[in-house]
């Protein structure tokens, strides 16, 4: 029987590189922060939880009305780590594996959060990731067996090099290219603002 989902929306960090708030970028005139809540409730795969750093009040405003759960990491100033810490600790208690959903990419739908979940099911041991070629990440599914793992974790880095290291069973991958779109420098935001997004409410009636 495969254990609980907690799909976390990761969306502690300041975007310095951007420099301006991921959160509250415009995507279809709508926070990006809220877009991928909104997604993740949309997938209906386990409840969604949020986990916010820097300028939390402000970011908290953008869902304060989503059916979502919250957690603000304090420790947000060193990285991705000690965002991801947060999350396993709060699934641990839960007793739920981990999808981990970046609040900066924003291609992401319903249906590719679904397909992982579907992919992952019958291998609950196993992580589940996307992939496009040379990408090979979030959004991904982390298993209950890692969490002492990633506590270990330390500075700006994330759970990759957990997922191919040869001691658990290899990684299932989905191929997924909106994977590989996200927000992280100054033109990033005019791809984001040029493409053809898929709305959410068109997923939705599909």
């Known amino acids: 029987m495969s254990p609980e989902l907690l799909v976390v929306v990761l969306a502690a960090g300041a975007s310095r590189r951007l420099g301006t708030s991921k959160q509250l970028f415009p995507i279809d005139g709508e926070p990006l922060l809220r877009r991928q ?12 939880l949020v986990i916010l750093g820097n300028d939390a009040d ?5 869902i304060s009305d989503l059916p979502i759960e919250l957690g603000v990491n304090d420790n947000w ?3 991705m780590a000690a965002t991801l ?3 396993v600790r709060i699934a641990r208690q839960q007793r739920a594996a981990t999808l981990v959903l970046p609040c900066d990419q924003y291609r992401i739908t319903p249906n590719d959060l679904q397909t992982l979940h579907d992919t992952w099911r019958p291998t609950p041991s196993a992580a589940c990731v996307s992939r496009w070629h040379d990408y090979a990440g979030p959004p991904a599914i982390l298993p209950i067996e890692y969490y002492g ?5 330390q500075g700006d880095t994330g759970a990759r090099a957990l997922l191919y290291d040869g001691k658990r069973p290899r990684a ?3 191929a997924n290219l909106r994977a590989t779109y996200d927000l ?3 033109e990033d935001m005019a791809i ?5 997004i898929p709305t959410l409410q068109a997923e939705r009636h599909e």
């Not at 809540?37 to 969604?48: F, N, T």
């Not at 402000?58 to 953008?62: G, K, M």
């Not at 984001?192 to 053809?196: K, S, Y």
């Open 149 to 153: 793992d990633v506590l270990q974790l």
């Open 192 to 196: 984001a603002q040029m493409q053809v």
């Open 172 to 174: 299932l991958e989905v």
């Open 77 to 79: 100033q060193e990285g």
């Open 85 to 87: 810490r947060h999350a």
């Open 37 to 48: 809540c909104r997604c993740a409730l949309d997938a209906h795969i386990g409840r969604v």
């Open 58 to 62: 402000l970011h908290r405003r953008a």
């Open 184 to 186: 992280d420098i100054p």
